[in-house]
């Protein structure tokens, strides 16, 4: 089983539909868990960290559960600029990314 | 910008050769760690470095190696190149285990 595994995608949507992401991982003693954003031949940049109690910011909501070893990314209300390769990413001592899913908001 | 600084951006060299990558953390971050980043893949773990110490490394041979500098700025050095090793490599600097880690732009490697 892979370390991190994430849904293979790719999404390809309507200018504001609302989409989600699921991410499991393997070890059950991560302790820190984000979501980053990869635009093509970029490096990744974090969008956001992901705690037990789910969190938001504008248009994006971050649940996890840990007894299911399980994060999601919602993205409500989606943009163009929203286009990009969504890597979960989980931490025991280092960070270890899943393959990525790719997303294609269309117009 | 992450003030996450690597250089050189690209490099061409021929297998069997020898490359050193290098990334300046950004400042207050003692933590730096580096991904091998193959077309259509995710970030794959190489190894980290914590206060000039090796804390941790990923399923990479021994041919991979690093080092970090005692202002956390740190290198890559990966000998015997084969084909295969031809990828983005990219840096991240934390300010300790176990956060948020910021990118540097990476160097894309080609290896022929």
């Known amino acids: 089983r892979k370390e991190v595994e994430q849904d293979p995608g790719p999404f390809n949507v309507p200018e504001g539909a609302t989409v989600a992401f699921n991410c499991t991982y393997s070890n059950s003693a991560s302790q820190s868990f984000f979501w980053y954003r990869q635009d093509c031949r970029k490096e990744p940049k974090l969008l956001m960290s992901?705690?037990?109690s789910g969190n938001e910011d504008g248009r994006f909501t971050a649940q996890l559960n840990r007894a299911s070893q399980y994060i999601s990314l919602l993205i409500r209300d989606s943009k163009l600029s929203d286009s990009a390769t969504y890597l979960c990413?989980?931490?025991?001592?280092?960070?270890?990314f899943g393959a990525g899913t790719r997303l294609t908001v269309k117009p | 910008e992450t003030g996450v600084t690597q250089s050189p951006t690209h490099l061409i060299k021929t297998r069997g050769q020898q490359v050193t990558l290098r990334c300046s953390s950004q400042s207050g971050h003692n933590t730096v760690s580096w991904y091998q980043q193959a077309l259509g893949q995710g970030p794959q773990f190489i190894f980290q470095y914590y206060r000039e110490e090796e804390n941790g490394r990923g399923n990479f041979p021994p041919r991979f190696s690093g080092l970090q500098f005692p202002n956390y700025s740190s290198e890559l050095n990966v000998n015997a190149l084969e084909l295969d090793d031809s990828a983005l490599y990219l840096c991240?600097?934390?300010?300790?285990?176990?956060?948020?880690?910021?990118f540097g732009q990476g160097t894309r490697l080609t290896v022929v």
């Open positions: 990413v989980v931490n025991w001592n280092d960070m270890r």
């Open positions: 992901v705690y037990s």
């Open positions: 991240a600097s934390s300010p300790g285990t176990g956060t948020e880690a910021f």
